[in-house]
């Protein structure tokens, strides 16, 4: 294989494969399966089954199709004629392995047809949650109905799947097939999760990705995995009725609030101790913890150019006895900013939950206790 051909053979793979797994940008263009042949597909509203047996149905033939389109470029075509002919071994190979999965992918979509698509994965999946035998329209009927309604969970796992929570319905679609579990015999849990470490706009982010195991206690029907980001791990189980276990080994924040609270956390263990008379209260907001923060003044009333900040932005002194717990205060810190600027919630400023003295993250101290002593006279 020369030179002229294999740029050729990467660039029509990187073209097959942009098209198949699209990213953001040819989505955006609506150089995607679905787009594309949105008139072929329909409407996945009206009939969800019947849509997504089509969807299948067209990424088969699509993918099947690709290498053998590869022999019939247009000779006139302005590329060299060593790209255009298969003369090594490797490229005959491919062709008889297209030309075979050309014909079998028709052949078994026709032996699909003319059983009624009984045969299909999608209904064969929904048969056996039937109460008839060898009957799923029923099951198809409730699920696309329930797919209408307003309180429908669906995110996009990747440019191939989709995970969907109906009412009753826990749903993932992929390039090939449809995965379904009624959430009334299903089981649900965390099976790991992973942080990863990024970076945007020069500065340093962290990516939680937990994967979650579905298992459908229905005889026939295959456990499947869905993996999210963890932050929207709540709006998930929100909507599911199902609970989902999560052993004590795995770890991640379930929310924006959640990750927060650590980033508060760090940030404090940083500040200098403050020494405090012994406290046998609980936290106020809590009643469960003890208080184990002191808002104190420490921070310089300047910006980040180093220039003094006005009157009005400066933080000011808090006379107020330790009443809260860090997790607690670092609840009320976050929900005083505004979700629009979540990077820079660490560097803003809040009042205290008490006397509404202005503070900032520099000013919040962890408390140790400090027991007095009397000489004995």
């Known amino acids: 294989m020369d030179e002229s051909e294999l740029l050729f053979n990467l660039f029509y793979f990187l073209l097959c494969m942009c098209v198949i797994y699209p990213p953001e940008e040819f989505q955006r263009l609506g150089f995607t399966i679905e787009q594309m042949f949105s008139r072929f597909l329909g409407d996945e509203y009206l009939d969800f089954v019947a849509y997504h047996i089509r969807r299948t149905l067209k990424f088969s033939v699509f993918a099947t199709q690709q290498p053998l389109e590869d022999n019939e470029v247009d000779p006139d075509f302005p590329m060299p ?15 008889r392995f297209s030309v075979l999965a050309v014909l079998a992918v028709p052949a078994l979509i026709f032996n699909w047809h003319q059983h009624n698509w009984r045969r299909h994965p999608i209904n064969k999946t929904l048969a056996k949650y039937s109460n008839t035998p060898d009957s799923y329209s029923a099951v198809s009927s409730d699920i696309s109905t329930e797919f209408r309604r307003q309180d429908v969970y669906k995110r996009k796992l990747n440019s191939i799947s989709t995970v969907i929570a109906t009412e009753n319905w826990i749903i993932k679609t992929t390039m090939y097939n449809v995965n379904f579990a009624h959430q009334a015999n299903t089981a649900l849990s965390v099976a790991k999760a992973e942080t990863y470490n990024i970076s945007q706009h020069d500065q340093n982010d962290t990516l939680q990705m937990i994967s979650i195991i579905v298992r459908p206690m229905r005889q026939g029907v295959s456990d499947f995995h869905i993996r999210i980001n963890a932050l929207e791990f709540r709006s998930l189980e929100d909507r599911l009725r199902r609970p989902i276990a999560i052993p004590a080994n795995i770890q991640f924040h379930r929310s924006v609030i959640d990750r927060f609270v650590d980033v508060f956390k760090a940030q404090v263990t940083l500040n ?24 104190n003044k420490q921070c310089s009333d300047v910006n980040r150019a180093g220039a003094p900040l006005t009157d009005e932005a400066c933080c000011s002194n808090c006379y107020c006895r330790p009443m809260w717990c860090v997790e607690c205060l670092a609840r009320w810190f976050a929900a005083r900013q505004s979700d629009v600027d979540r990077e820079i919630w660490l560097e803003q400023k809040c009042t205290c939950p008490m006397c509404r003295a ?14 007095a002593t009397n000489d004995a006279s």
């Not at 101790?273 to 469960?288: G, Q």
């Open 272 to 295: 200098p101790i403050f020494n405090s008379e012994p406290i046998t209260d609980k936290c106020f907001a809590c009643m469960l913890a003890e208080p184990n923060i002191k808002i």
């Open 81 to 95: 004629q060593e790209a255009v002919a298969f003369k090594t071994l490797t490229w005959k190979m491919a062709q």
């Open 358 to 371: 202005k503070f900032c993250v520099l000013d919040v101290s962890y408390i140790r206790a400090h027991v």
